[in-house]
């Protein structure tokens, strides 16, 4: 295992989740390591090779591969079914079998006798990871910051359940906050505390996002002040340690040795070039249920409005090593209005591109702000219901659940992307964004200034 400079700090990423979850922290760990830290980046089977090919240093497997738990065979019969229980059970069993090999994972990987990570200076925790990280950071004895991709945690402004608890008084957002929180810790304090036992810890009585303000435990917010509009105001003058540095995003050097979509695809290039900018229509890691159907519901919506589509929605993205089954190849189709890819560089494609429609991932919704294009989100879970509401409130395009895609509301929601008003103000709101650079060297500060004296990059 390499030792790195005799001073360098050992910053250990703990990533866990889907490709969203993951980026950021390697945005993050890129950064760590130019500045000289010595980093390791521990991440799910199947997205060390992504994080191999972005070069954040030693990459470490932990936990159950992600991607297959919920892109199976199994899991896409389950998605088709219309018994609602069947659902939950499957969702359960599955979530509760990924948390207990990601505890195995954990405590092989720091806490056993010979553990895989040792001489570990700080721990950085994505948000899956933040209760394990907690309990590790304390047992190691080693300073912990949290990633967050949005604000999931108790403020007056926005509520726990968008939708429902939208508009709310800041009294009574704070409240279902607390409400929220004691819920949730309802579910996993046993898993936690049993977790925190096997570590040789005592057992807790608070939630974890108690627990990480009262130990003033920084959580960097990593998404950009605009969306949010007072939140950063608030927070800085609040009890907790919430900075709102921007959205993060893999350098150029980096992007480019992902197995992406880009600018070298001669034949996509020659396509975008001979017709009106596209619609680009993605859902990341999003597992869907019958893939060929909902991408024949929005090319017929696209059409309806004389519109081109890219389409991310199936095929195969190498840089995750994840196949899909739709049958669906790269390249155009035979009417030569779709265009299919696979992984794809947001960052070059979205600015050639009329509006994106996508999932609500912190990630996309990033990529599509920065493009300074309308955005049409359909939101299946976790924070990706927040996104879609800020992209309608802030007049940048639309969001729905996915549960809602049809030709028509589809056909709506082209509608809005497609007005001069929030053309408008999608150009001008990116201009306003702070940059990705800017929001990774806030970012690595925060995590600098916690780290041990005696040891620096």
Known sequence: MPTGEPDAAHLVFLLYGSRGDVQPGLCLALESARRGHRVTVAVPPNLV?????????????????????WSSDEAREVQRSAHPLRKATFAIDT???????FDDAMMATFLDDDPTIAGVDA???????QARGLAVAERLGVPLTVLRYAPMSENGLFGPVPGVTDGWTPRWTRRAWRMHDSAVWSVMRHGENHFRRRAGLRPVRTACAQRLSLARIPQIQAYDPGVVPGLAEQWRTGPSIKPVVGFLDLPSHARATLDETSGADVDLVRWLDAGEPPLFVGFG??????????????????????????????????AQGVSSDSGVSSGADESSD?????????????????AVMHHGGAGTTAAGLRAGIPAIVYSFTAEQPFWAGRIADLGLGTGRRFTRLTIETMVDDLTVARSESVRTAA???????????RAVRT???IVDVRLPQGVAG
């Open 49 to 69: 090779p992504l994080a191999t090919a972005a070069g954040v240093g030693e990459v470490v497997p932990i936990g159950a591969d992600t991607n297959r738990q």
């Open 95 to 101: 979530a509760r079998s990924g948390i207990a090999a």
């Open 123 to 129: 721990l950085i925790a994505a948000p899956l990871c």
């Open 285 to 318: 890691s999003m597992p869907i249920a019958d893939p060929a159907a909902t991408r024949a519901t929005i090319a017929a919506a696209a059409r309806r409005h004389g519109m081109r589509c890219v389409f991310a929605v199936g095929g195969r993205s190498r």
């Open 338 to 354: 779709i265009y299919d890819v696979g992984a794809v560089n947001h960052s070059w494609l979205l600015p050639r591109c009329s």
């Open 427 to 437: 150009a001008t709101f990116a201009a306003t964004m702070i940059s990705a650079d």
């Open 443 to 445: 970012a690595a500060d």
